[in-house]
């Protein structure tokens, strides 16, 4: 099983701020998945990373993957209201990610 | 497409009872996983089912079963509920079963036993 530790556990900034949320397990990663989650609703796909050094971007935000470090980290630039959550990241398994282990989520707050 | 539905949105239920929770898939994805969320804490693995078949089980008592149908919708069944399984629980789908594809998460039924 995974142990995902995120940091910070909760950000607020302002709105055009950029700001960067981290991911680190403590076990090999096979794959990392980046989820935002509203307040008591599901989560929503972000995007998923599979080799180390792979940076994928979506609208304004990028996430990275270093497989040495076993981190991973999401960075917004230029934050708007809409990009207020929890921001969540996951991790499965050698073979299986419906196994999935999530970070505790990191919450952020856009003042505007 | 509909995404992941999930019914109910809400439940009460008190101490002791038994819970049916349901989980309609993606159109086309084979696999639903269960997982259990409580408050100000990442989602928890509970079951995952491919083709039917059980193919992942978490750390959750012999309370807790699921089974998949031949559509791929998918049951969750707490039995003797516990105030402690007050919790949100969300479904979600894949395509397959595999770490190439990504979970599509539903809203969740949010239960609260008392």
């Known amino acids: 099983s995974q142990e995902l530790e995120q940091s910070p556990q909760s950000l607020i900034v302002q709105e055009g701020k950029n700001l960067t949320i981290n991911c680190t397990s403590s076990k090999t990663l096979y794959g990392l998945y980046w989820y935002k989650q509203k307040y008591g609703e599901g989560l929503i796909f972000l995007m998923m990373?599979?080799?180390?050094?792979e940076e994928k971007s979506h609208e304004k935000i990028t996430a990275k993957l270093d497989e040495k470090k076993q981190q991973s980290s999401l960075h917004i630039t230029a934050s708007q209201p809409s990009h207020a959550g929890i921001y969540l990241c996951?991790?499965?398994?050698?073979?299986?990610?419906?196994?999935?282990?999530f970070g505790a989520g990191t919450r952020l707050t856009v003042k505007p | 497409d509909a995404g992941v539905t999930q019914s109910p949105t809400h439940l009460i239920k008190t101490r002791g009872q038994h819970v049916t929770l349901r989980c309609s898939p993606i159109?086309?994805?084979?696999?639903v996983s269960w997982y259990q969320q409580v408050l100000g804490q990442g989602p928890q693995f509970i079951f995952q089912?491919?083709?039917?078949?059980?193919?992942g089980r978490g750390n959750f008592p012999d309370r807790f079963s699921a089974r998949q149908f031949p559509n791929y919708s998918s049951e969750l069944n707490v039995n003797a509920l516990l105030l402690g399984d007050s919790a949100l629980y969300l479904c979600?789908?894949?395509?397959?079963?595999?770490?190439?594809?990504?979970?599509?998460f539903g809203n969740g039924t949010r239960l609260t036993v008392t």
């Open positions: 979600a789908s894949s395509r397959r079963d595999g770490i190439n594809s990504p979970l599509h």
């Open positions: 990373l599979q080799k180390g050094g």
């Open positions: 089912y491919y083709e039917k078949e059980e193919r």
């Open positions: 996951g991790a499965g398994p050698q073979y299986n990610n419906n196994d999935m282990r």
């Open positions: 159109s086309g994805h084979k696999s």
